[in-house]
């Protein structure tokens, strides 16, 4: 024992455990006053400030953690150069301690530590922690069969910087249960964790390890190239579902493996209810080579070792009664004469002795029976010991088994002779042995009721919703320092924590109606992103996390997505362009064009000259550009060119094409005059109509 006190709070008691890492010690928090176990980091960790950050921000996440199956992280603090952590006391062994103790566990236990060790898991995984260092050393199991994982988050830590340490114990003790892509040095995802799960499971079933080998490197290159061992064997009676279950979680591949712990969960639970049936998990074998068989008889399960065997049972040996068969009634004849002289020499005895002694003859008897008064009245007693001459004197003891004020014991014992006048001490029960109660108010739930049943209390929990932490005992009844009587029940007001509020949907409501609506239920609304949509307009809201209906704590958030509308468009850079290709570059980003004529001889008709916005700049989809674009203010001379050349030149020119009319007039094909003619001053905008020499293609 020890006694030594963390941050003046945590009184340590004593060593449980240690490991590469830490030693554990049980103690108490005198604060909450509740039990405790206070994990303090060995030196070598403790004394790289690297390792103490990501030790301090690994164990903040995994105190977030709040699970039936997982070790709950009370708090992590400093003193001096002591790191520790406070977490739940668990009372029970580890994993890696039972399999140690009783080697390979019946099947249907390890179906259930597993399934255990998935909710756990599948829990962790959903809020983003991955525990990447699953071994039976950190599976604890309470003395009701209750699985809890443990090291969550710290793992992590000790796992980062212990890679390219070399100090015994620290990553030595868990390369056995090292993924494939772990012990490459890939990235880890949830399917690493269930690979050290399958480990686990091998080992439950099996009592031994799938790989081992001289060294930690031997054994890290088995686990990527060395095939999976075979669970087929006479003397491993384990069903082909449960077999065929291990061997898709040791895997090599990451993505041959189950994806999440849930998928591992259900099919315990179907080879639990149809142990023959393996096939919906063998969809890979034939890749491996490997023949697909029918269902097999499995036989029982080997028993599991008691705790506490049975004692061996006394021998009986039986005589053989033909052996005496021929002297039987010669003995026999002999017995009965020796017996007749015993009796006669015993009464001759008892005379004489009466007879010199005037016992029951002369003046009263000096001695007289006693008979047993256990389990009766003490009115009852008392009459008795009185008919038959005795004294008597009554001492009150609590008592189990025994109602009150009945005889538990007597002394002297009964016997046919006791001296008259003898006292005898009647030992009366006054009813069951009680307990004074301590206050176990500020108590976690466990705890309380763990100390009740110790006392031979029966606890009865009523839970209420409280500002308190979940689990916390608020009340008692009977009152702390009432005495009761073992076997009552005293009633816990236990806190459920706050009541939960329910996320309203929100969904398609502008972001000031969400905001509102989240308000109203004592939430908070964060927005986690702005999506932008072509279809939707801005400040609406696309999605939710938690979905509508999910229960939160009040003062929890709620994110959303909003739309910020229309996607932005780089505009691009026309100045310089001719009017027509610029408008063609605008439309092709998806904005639009509006063109500003401006009388400007200096550039070549048609030249864009400036634009609006400049460059760089963002519009939303279909936005407008507006455009500068030189024209000469005079109608240009396009009499000798063709119809579409003089058609370009004029909408360069800023003016729009009218009719175009047909005559007999110069060079075949190509225009003969405008109207106005060429040179004529007209404001840009204006129609110009064509004449050319040569037919209309409507009237041949």
Same mark, same amino acid.
């Given at each position: 024992?020890?006694?030594?006190?963390?941050?003046?709070?945590?009184?340590?008691?004593?060593?449980?455990?240690?490991?590469?890492?830490?030693?554990?010690?049980?103690?108490?928090?005198?604060?909450?006053?509740?039990?405790?176990?206070?994990?303090?980091?060995?030196?070598?960790?403790?004394?790289?400030?690297?390792?103490?950050?990501?030790?301090?921000?690994?164990?903040?996440?995994?105190?977030?953690?709040?699970?039936?199956?997982?070790? #709950?992280?009370?708090?992590?603090?400093?003193?001096?150069?002591?790191?520790?952590?406070?977490?739940?006391?668990?009372?029970?062994?580890?994993?890696?301690?039972?399999?140690?103790?009783?080697?390979?566990?019946?099947?249907?236990?390890?179906?259930?530590?597993?399934?255990?060790?998935?909710?756990?898991?599948?829990?962790?995984?959903?809020?983003?922690?991955?525990?990447?260092?699953?071994?039976?050393?950190?599976?604890?199991?309470?003395?009701?069969?209750?699985?809890?994982?443990?090291?969550?988050?710290?793992?992590?830590?000790?796992?980062?910087?212990?890679?390219?340490?070399?100090?015994?114990?620290?990553?030595?003790?868990?390369?056995?249960?090292?993924?494939?892509?772990?012990?490459?040095?890939?990235?880890?995802?949830?399917?690493?964790?269930?690979?050290?799960?399958?480990?686990?499971?091998?080992?439950?079933?099996? %009592?031994?390890?799938?790989?081992?080998?001289?060294?930690?490197?031997?054994?890290?290159?088995?686990?990527?190239?060395?095939?999976?061992?075979?669970?087929?064997?006479?003397?491993?009676?384990?069903?082909?579902?449960?077999?065929?279950?291990?061997?898709?979680?040791?895997?090599?591949?990451?993505?041959?493996?189950?994806?999440?712990?849930?998928?591992?969960?259900?099919?315990?639970?179907?080879?639990?209810?149809?142990?023959?049936?393996?096939?919906?998990?063998?969809?890979?074998?034939?890749?491996?080579?490997?023949?697909?068989?029918?269902?097999?008889?499995?036989? #029982? @399960?080997?028993?599991?070792?008691?705790?506490?065997?049975?004692?061996?049972?006394?021998?009986?040996?039986?005589?053989?009664?033909?052996?005496?068969?021929?002297?039987?009634?010669?003995?026999?004849?002999?017995?009965?004469?020796?017996?007749?002289?015993?009796?006669?020499?015993?009464?001759?005895?008892?005379?004489?002795?009466?007879?010199? #002694?005037?016992?029951?003859?002369?003046?009263? @008897?000096?001695?007289?029976?006693?008979?047993?008064?256990?389990?009766?009245?003490?009115?009852?007693?008392?009459?008795?010991?009185?008919?038959?001459?005795?004294?008597?004197?009554?001492?009150?003891?609590?008592?189990?088994?025994?109602?009150?004020?009945?005889?538990?014991?007597?002394? @002297?014992?009964?016997?046919?002779?006791?001296?008259?006048?003898?006292?005898?001490?009647?030992?009366?029960?006054?009813?069951?042995?009680?307990?004074?109660?301590?206050?176990?108010?500020?108590?976690?739930?466990?705890?309380?009721?763990?100390?009740?049943?110790?006392?031979?209390?029966?606890?009865?929990?009523?839970?209420?919703?409280?500002?308190?932490?979940?689990?916390?005992?608020?009340?008692?009844?009977?009152?702390?320092?009432?005495?009761?009587?073992?076997?009552?029940?005293?009633?816990?007001?236990?806190?459920?924590?706050?009541? @939960?509020?329910?996320?309203?949907?929100?969904?398609?409501?502008?972001?000031?109606?969400?905001?509102?609506?989240?308000?109203?239920?004592?939430?908070?609304?964060?927005?986690?992103?702005?999506?932008?949509?072509?279809?939707?307009?801005?400040?609406?809201?696309?999605? +939710?996390?938690?979905?509508?209906?999910?229960?939160?704590?009040?003062?929890?958030?709620?994110?959303?997505?909003?739309?910020?509308?229309?996607? +932005?468009?780089?505009?691009?850079?026309?100045?310089?362009?001719?009017?027509?290709?610029?408008?063609?570059? /605008?439309?092709?980003?998806? /904005?639009?064009?509006?063109?500003?004529?401006?009388?400007?001889?200096?550039?070549?008709?048609?030249?864009?000259?400036? +634009?609006?916005?400049?460059?760089?700049? #963002?519009?939303?989809?279909?936005?407008?550009?507006? /455009?500068?674009?030189?024209?000469?203010?005079?109608?240009?001379?396009?009499?000798?060119?063709?119809?579409?050349?003089?058609?370009?030149?004029?909408?360069?020119?800023?003016?729009?094409?009218?009719?175009?009319?047909?005559? +007999?007039?110069?060079?075949? %094909?190509?225009?003969?005059?405008?109207?106005?003619?060429?040179?004529?001053?007209?404001?840009?905008?204006?129609?110009?109509?064509?004449?050319?020499?040569?037919?209309?293609?409507?009237?041949?």
């Amino acid at each position: 024992m020890i006694e030594r006190n963390l941050s003046e709070r945590y009184r340590l008691e004593g060593r449980i455990g240690q490991g590469g890492m830490a030693v554990v010690y049980s103690g108490v928090d005198t604060v909450l006053r509740r039990r405790v176990a206070v994990k303090v980091l060995r030196e070598q960790l403790a004394a790289d400030a690297d390792f103490v950050q990501r030790f301090y921000t690994e164990a903040q996440h995994a105190a977030k953690l709040s699970h039936p199956n997982i070790v #709950n992280i009370y708090d992590v603090g400093r003193e001096g150069e002591n790191y520790f952590i406070v977490m739940e006391l668990v009372d029970g062994a580890t994993l890696g301690e039972m399999i140690e103790k009783d080697g390979a566990l019946p099947e249907p236990v390890a179906i259930d530590f597993a399934a255990q060790i998935c909710s756990g898991l599948a829990y962790a995984h959903r809020q983003g922690l991955l525990h990447r260092d699953v071994k039976p050393a950190n599976i604890l199991i309470t003395k009701d069969d209750v699985v809890k994982l443990s090291d969550f988050g710290i793992a992590r830590a000790v796992t980062t910087q212990t890679m390219t340490m070399t100090a015994p114990g620290l990553v030595m003790g868990s390369v056995y249960y090292l993924s494939p892509e772990q012990a490459q040095g890939h990235e880890l995802r949830e399917t690493s964790d269930l690979y050290s799960l399958g480990v686990v499971l091998y080992q439950m079933l099996t %009592g031994k390890l799938p790989y081992t080998g001289e060294s930690p490197v031997t054994v890290a290159l088995k686990h990527v190239s060395s095939p999976i061992p075979s669970l087929d064997a006479e003397d491993v009676p384990i069903s082909p579902a449960l077999a065929a279950i291990v061997r898709k979680l040791l895997q090599k591949d990451p993505s041959d493996r189950f994806q999440s712990a849930v998928e591992v969960a259900k099919a315990l639970r179907e080879a639990r209810d149809n142990p023959l049936v393996a096939v919906a998990l063998e969809s890979r074998r034939s890749r491996a080579g490997a023949t697909a068989s029918g269902p097999r008889t499995i036989p #029982n @399960p080997k028993p599991r070792p008691s705790r506490f065997p049975d004692r061996p049972a006394a021998i009986v040996e039986e005589e053989d009664d033909d052996r005496f068969e021929g002297h039987g009634r010669a003995r026999s004849h002999r017995a009965v004469f020796y017996l007749a002289a015993l009796v006669a020499l015993a009464v001759a005895i008892a005379g004489g002795y009466l007879f010199a #002694n005037h016992v029951g003859i002369f003046g009263g @008897p000096s001695s007289v029976a006693l008979a047993s008064v256990a389990g009766e009245t003490a009115e009852e007693a008392e009459r008795k010991l009185d008919a038959a001459g005795l004294r008597w004197n009554v001492v009150t003891v609590p008592s189990e088994e025994v109602a009150a004020d009945r005889v538990v014991k007597q002394y @002297p014992p009964a016997g046919p002779h006791v001296p008259a006048q003898t006292v005898v001490q009647l030992y009366v029960s006054n009813g069951l042995p009680t307990v004074e109660l301590i206050d176990v108010r500020q108590y976690s739930s466990d705890d309380a009721q763990r100390y009740l049943r110790n006392a031979k209390l029966t606890p009865k929990i009523t839970e209420v919703f409280d500002k308190s932490p979940r689990g916390t005992v608020l009340a008692e009844r009977p009152a702390p320092g009432t005495a009761v009587p073992i076997h009552s029940t005293v009633a816990l007001v236990v806190s459920k924590g706050v009541k @939960p509020v329910y996320v309203p949907d929100v969904v398609s409501q502008t972001l000031g109606d969400a905001q509102h609506a989240i308000g109203e239920r004592q939430l908070k609304l964060v927005v986690s992103e702005r999506d932008p949509n072509d279809e939707i307009a801005p400040d609406i809201v696309t999605s +939710q996390n938690p979905p509508p209906g999910s229960a939160l704590d009040p003062g929890s958030t709620v994110s959303v997505v909003v739309s910020s509308g229309p996607p +932005q468009i780089d505009v691009p850079d026309v100045e310089g362009r001719l009017a027509n290709d610029a408008a063609g570059v /605008l439309q092709g980003a998806g /904005l639009r064009t509006n063109v500003e004529y401006l009388v400007d001889g200096s550039a070549p008709a048609g030249t864009v000259m400036k +634009q609006d916005p400049e460059k760089p700049a #963002n519009l939303k989809k279909g936005s407008s550009v507006t /455009l500068d674009v030189a024209v000469p203010g005079a109608i240009p001379d396009v009499v000798g060119k063709s119809l579409a050349d003089a058609t370009t030149e004029l909408q360069n020119s800023g003016y729009k094409v009218g009719n175009t009319a047909y005559v +007999q007039e110069g060079a075949d %094909g190509t225009v003969a005059r405008t109207e106005p003619v060429a040179g004529t001053s007209l404001r840009p905008g204006e129609t110009v109509l064509l004449f050319v020499n040569g037919t209309s293609l409507e009237n041949p």
